[in-house]
């Protein structure tokens, strides 16, 4: 997985991802949904990237920081927000966050699947981590892929557009080739892909949602939600299990 590091450390990385400056439909919903809870407190923006979530959390937070384990991506925050005193951007391994206070963040974001840049082992560090550095009833929320979009995934999904077709094919064989068969990840809690992403260069963490929650649960998180990136539905305990959205946000308060 270290070599995810790697596909985002560089300028032309920074370039593409810059041109992102929206929220996703199920980012906009949390925000609205604990508006109150995040509203003047001190929040950790964990994997910037090029700073999509920057101009949205920091105007809610009382006191903001952004980190990404990419130099390219810290520089370009730094130069962007340079204006800003509110907004602190420095550089950090989601693995290692000794640099924080335990106990000092009332709110802490992962988005856009960042966490599913490392590998088991790793993502129960950084969960760890998230739970030493957040206060008390401090709310916690990440992006993950989801395991129920396995299928989907492995389809042929009919663009539009026709001249697509031949991409899409592409993409659908490179999927199977690489992978193998669809019948090897369907047992799994979860597992490790290349889905397509950075032209088939990044691996990725898929997941049950359950399985998410259990991993939350073990170290005393509860109040647990889930939302459909794409949408921004709130999904039922029921709904999470049979959905094939391609990406869900959990939201869980530490108890």
């Keep these: 997985m270290e070599n995810n590091q790697q596909v ?19 980012e906009r919903a949390i925000l609205d949904a604990f508006v109150k809870k995040i509203a003047g407190g ?11 979530t920057i101009p949205y959390i920091s105007a809610l937070a009382g006191d903001y920081t952004g980190v990404d384990y990419s130099e390219e ?4 925050c730094r130069a962007a927000h340079a204006h800003d005193p509110k907004v602190k951007v420095q550089w950090a ?3 290692d966050l000794s640099a ?9 974001l992962f988005s856009f699947n960042g966490l599913d840049c490392v590998g088991y082992d790793d993502r129960k560090k950084i969960l760890k981590q998230f739970d030493r550095i957040l206060k008390q009833d401090g709310l916690l929320v990440y992006s993950f892929h989801n395991k129920g979009n396995l299928d989907l995934l492995y389809s042929f999904q009919f663009p539009r557009n026709p001249f697509k077709y031949p991409g899409e094919w592409r ?25 397509g ?16 929650k259990r991993l939350l649960e073990e170290l005393g998180f509860t109040q647990f939600s889930f939302y459909e990136s794409l949408t921004g539905k709130k999904l039922s305990a ?11 946000y959990i939201t869980a308060m530490k108890g």
């Design 238 to 248: 029921d709904d999470v299990q049979s959905s094939d959205t391609p990406w869900i």
């Design 100 to 108: 924080f206070d335990e106990h000092s963040f009332d709110f802490i």
């Design 197 to 212: 992403g950075e032209n088939f260069t990044l691996n990725n963490f898929y997941a049950d949602p359950l399985h998410e």
């Design 42 to 52: 001190k929040v950790l923006d964990v994997g910037i990237g090029a700073g999509r």
């Design 73 to 76: 991506f810290v520089e370009h």
């Design 171 to 195: 993409r659908m064989n490179q999927i199977r080739e690489i992978n193998g068969d669809k019948e090897n990840y369907k047992s799994k809690d979860w597992f490790i892909i290349r889905d």
């Design 8 to 26: 985002f450390s560089s300028k032309e990385a920074v370039q593409r991802y810059a041109a992102d400056t929206y929220l996703q439909k199920g």
């Design 93 to 95: 391994d989601a693995r």
